[in-house]
Nanobody, 121 residues
Framework: QVQLVESGGGLVQAGGSLRLSCAAS????????MDWYRQAPGKERELVAG???????NYADSVMGRFTISRDDAKKTLYLQMNTLKPEDTAVYYC???????????????WGQGTQVTVSS
């Protein structure tokens, strides 16, 4: 059984920083692409940043230059360093990972439960 658990959210003032973590556990054979999404009240969930197993990254225009995604495959952990935070970054942040639990199983997406980030002005 695979679990993704996010941590690191909280309340911060505008201009501040937070670092989110997402730890994967359970029966895992391989982890492919890992992503951070966010969902603000009344809005659709949106992709914030993604990183492939080879280390290639992509970012939403709104966070480019302020957020950095990284991963530690030995720890099965995904990170999101968020700097120069703005009130519009306030949302629940979710991690998603494409995981294969056995060599002969099809890869599928797993989601974490989310962590709240609130940026005050």
């Amino acid at each position: 059984q695979v679990q993704l658990v996010e941590s690191g959210g909280g309340l911060v003032q505008a201009g501040g920083s937070l670092r989110l973590s997402c730890a994967a556990s359970g029966s895992i054979f391989t982890i492919n692409t890992m992503d951070w999404y966010r969902q603000a009240p009344g809005k659709e969930r949106e992709l914030v940043a993604g990183i492939t197993s080879g280390g290639s990254t992509n970012y939403a225009d709104s966070v480019m230059g302020r957020f950095t995604i990284s991963r530690d495959d030995a720890k099965k952990t995904l990170y999101l360093q968020m700097n120069t935070l703005k009130p519009e970054d306030t949302a629940v942040y979710y991690c998603k990972a494409a995981i294969r639990v056995r060599s002969y199983y099809t890869e599928r997406d797993y989601w974490g439960q989310g962590t709240q980030v609130t940026v005050s002005s």
